[in-house]
């Protein structure tokens, strides 16, 4: 069997269909999180602020899916000395998760974005749009429809092509297996741009009960935020990119999904059904 491929962040939303698709090709994952599954035999303990972790993950790695330390504001001082490392032992693949709404070079993902593209041979940098899986599972946004039928952006009108993890995680398995790297840069994004307000009314026709848009300022969704567990530095930082969708800076499709990974990207209201 050929040298594994680093799976980071494999239990999330990513990471897992990132170890399932590369396994079910026949290639070693190896799952790489804080809460291994103690089943899998490929799977190890790593945790971005322990780097004793650090070595026995990369040990005959042959290329890495980065996923940054989630709810960081400034993850660089603990992805840095993980890329030097990974440098040192001549891996040339990475395939970093960054974000639609982050330019290489701006603070947090856009700086590792520099880092992994200045160290690696074979970088490619995934940008996806805002993930489908927002509105399920446990993340502020699925919750607030729970509890109040509620979802609450600082976006105003501003739309965005919600994209489904399963298909950035499709695009991850190309970028880290394709005989030559598939492109420095990916911008990622679902099939069709919606609004807060249009995602809203398919989410009511799904759960058969309306389900609002409510437009908040940035201040006030960086508080709920807050209040809802992340950290206050994280929370300004996620509440500030809304400004970027109410810009309408983020109102566009890319073919990147059929193109690299030869799927039709998954539609909101196919995925809300689904979940
Ligand atoms: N959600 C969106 O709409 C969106 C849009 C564009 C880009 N992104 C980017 O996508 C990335 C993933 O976000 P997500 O919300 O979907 O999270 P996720 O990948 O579902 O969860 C985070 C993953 O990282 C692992 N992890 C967290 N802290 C860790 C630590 N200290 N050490 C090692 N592993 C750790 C977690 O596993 P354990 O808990 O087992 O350690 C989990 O596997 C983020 O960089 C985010 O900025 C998200």
Request: no cysteine.
């Amino acid at each position: 069997m050929t040298d594994p491929i680093l799976v980071t962040g494999a239990t999330g939303n990513t990471g897992a269909p990132v170890v399932a698709g590369l396994r079910e090709r026949g290639l070693r994952a190896r799952a790489a999180s804080r809460h291994p599954d103690p089943a899998d035999a490929d799977a190890v303990v790593f945790d971005w602020s322990d780097d004793a972790t650090f070595a026995p993950a990369l040990t005959d790695v042959r290329a890495v899916y980065l996923v940054a330390p989630t709810g960081a504001a400034d993850p660089v001082p603990m992805v840095r000395p993980f890329l030097e490392q990974a440098t040192a032992r001549g891996i040339r693949r990475v395939v970093l998760l960054s974000s639609s709404a982050v330019e290489r070079g701006e603070p947090g993902l856009g700086e590792i974005h520099d880092l992994v593209a200045g160290l690696f041979a074979e970088a490619t940098v995934l940008r996806p749009s805002w993930f489908m899986q927002n509105f399920v599972g446990d993340h502020p946004l699925a919750r607030s429809i729970r509890e109040t039928r509620e979802i609450v952006t600082a976006t105003g009108d501003g739309r965005l092509a919600f994209i489904d993890a399963a298909d950035i995680a499709a695009v991850a398995v190309e970028a880290l297996t394709a005989p030559e790297p598939v492109s420095e840069e990916l911008v990622l994004t679902g099939p069709e741009s919606l609004s807060y307000a249009e995602a809203a009314a398919i989410a009511s026709e799904i759960l058969g009960e309306p389900v609002r848009h409510v437009d908040v300022s940035t201040a006030e969704l960086t508080q709920r935020l807050v209040a809802a567990g992340y950290p206050a530095d994280f929370a300004g930082m996620l509440a500030t990119l809304d400004e970027r969708i109410r810009a309408g800076e983020q109102d566009f499709v890319t073919p990147a999904v059929r193109d690299v990974a030869g799927r039709t990207p998954t539609s909101l209201r196919h995925f809300l059904a689904e979940h």
